[in-house]
């Protein structure tokens, strides 16, 4: 009797501690799983397709014409006709006289002037929205052109009358300017806005 009790122990002893040892190896296979949710959130983030769409508009503007500069311009004036109130419509054109295609985008600059390297006289000209602001790409010897209004400035009694030898022109996005020879008459209020221009047109 002793002799199978003894026996008995011994089994119960070598059955009892290999239960216990089975267990972690479940544990750490679902603390292992756990974090993979967190590894798909660096690839949730698209990231690496922001740059590439961000350098497409880039390397299309690369490939653009540079803007038109004074430099390789010519100014000109077309009338094409009077308007009411004393106003005068006309036909501002720039045309490139360099070798290479430029882009004229938007608005020009322009102001009345007592001569070439003369200061401003009274107000510049506003922006009139009539028509859309466009690219233009200029070829070599093409021209752009704005409709650009002048209103007689005797029709402002207040107006403190000054001559003009022609009108300084900006291109678009350009410090430098153009000198049109064009004698008029200008009023030296800053408050009278004789000139409204458009934005730039193909030809």
Wanted: charged residues 10%; neutral net charge.
């Amino acid at each position: 009797m002793a002799t199978a009790a003894a026996a008995a122990a011994l089994v119960l002893a070598g059955c009892g501690p290999s239960q216990p040892q089975q267990q972690p190896t479940t544990s750490p296979g679902t603390d292992s799983a756990s974090p993979a949710p967190t590894a798909t959130d660096p690839a949730s983030p698209s990231g690496s397709a922001t740059p590439d769409a961000t350098a497409a508009p880039s390397s299309s503007a690369a490939g653009s014409p540079a803007l038109c500069k004074a430099a390789g311009l010519s100014a000109a004036t077309d009338a094409t006709g009077g308007g009411a109130a004393g106003s005068v419509y006309m036909k501002l054109m720039l045309t490139n006289k360099g070798t290479e295609p430029c882009l004229l985008r938007g608005y020009p600059g322009v102001s009345l002037v007592a001569n070439a390297t003369g200061a401003p006289i009274g107000a510049p000209a506003t922006r009139d929205n009539t028509a859309p602001a466009v690219d233009v790409v200029l070829a070599p010897g093409k021209s752009g052109t704005a409709v650009l209004r002048y209103t007689q400035a005797k029709n402002y009694m207040e107006c403190k009358v000054a001559d003009a030898a022609g009108y300084r022109i900006y291109p678009p996005e350009d410090k430098a300017s153009l000198f049109l020879a064009k004698p008029t008459t200008a009023c030296t209020n800053a408050d009278i806005t004789l000139l409204s221009v458009g934005a730039f047109q193909p030809s």
